[in-house]
């Protein structure tokens, strides 16, 4: 997470739309990532203790929604991002979201920082939330996503998303998706590589449904 100068200090309110289970859209255009934390991206995968592969990036959105989607949050911005967002500590009636998703085992702590490492350490002891599953660090995967390079349409060292221009609107796909293979990318039009999910999305696209 790329920080930009620290901005005065700043609040927003406003009904809360989950985007992953670290950011959020507040109101009608405030994305905000969740100051602290680090959540599984969407089309990261975890195996319970058979050895099979589940969909947990989908899990941890979801389960934030269940909390989130539509309540009204109060958040405290500390500075933006390389992408925009607002990086911030949010409240929703009185209870730290931020807090909260480590606690309950939907997030973590973002890599090393130490806010957050008892809520954590709890999750982690008690196997809650994605803490029951094996699933890779999201900062580790995504690093990992970046040095992936896909031999089908993409140029030398371009990233792997495509992000495609369609009658549908700015659509991006993701390696391994359903559309993925199929889709090409035409510069020309517009249309671009990404590398992560939150670049795609800061640059005007939405994820393939």
Known sequence: MLLAAPLAAETLSGTVRV????????????????????????????????????????FASDAARSLYEGEVARCEVSERDRYGRYLATCTVAGRNMN?????????????????YFEEEKEARLLARGLWAYEMENPALWRAEQRELRIEDNAPEGRCAIKGNISDNGRIYHLPGSRFYGPTRIDERRGERWFCSEAEARAAGWRRAR
């Open 19 to 58: 985007v992953d289970a670290d950011t959020i859209d507040i109101g009608a255009s405030a994305n905000v990532r969740l100051l602290g934390i680090d959540a599984a991206e969407a089309d990261q995968t975890c195996r319970d203790d058979n050895g099979v592969v589940l969909p947990c990036g989908r």
């Open 99 to 115: 807090s909260e998703l480590v606690r309950l085992g939907i997030a973590r702590r973002y890599r090393d920082n130490p806010r």
